[in-house]
């Protein structure tokens, strides 16, 4: 399970990474900024479902501070 949240994150900061270039290089003329960041936010909400959906079926434990 952590592996999944570590690859997760690494594929959120990249389709960030990779919006934030096509916005300096396209200029406004394209529509890949808007598609990466579109992908960023659907794998960002597909995280934090997953990771409810983990935590209501047990898969993760309770860690209480």
């Given at each position: 399970?952590?592996?999944l949240v570590v690859l997760a994150l690494l594929a959120i900061i990249g389709s960030l990474a990779s919006g934030f270039?096509?916005?300096l290089t396209d200029k406004g003329k394209g529509d890949r900024a808007v598609r990466a960041l579109t992908i960023r936010v659907a794998i960002s909400?597909?995280?934090f479902l997953l990771l409810m959906a983990s935590q209501y079926f047990g898969f993760?434990?309770?860690r209480h501070l």
């Open positions: 399970m952590r592996a270039y096509f916005m909400v597909s995280l993760l434990p309770d």
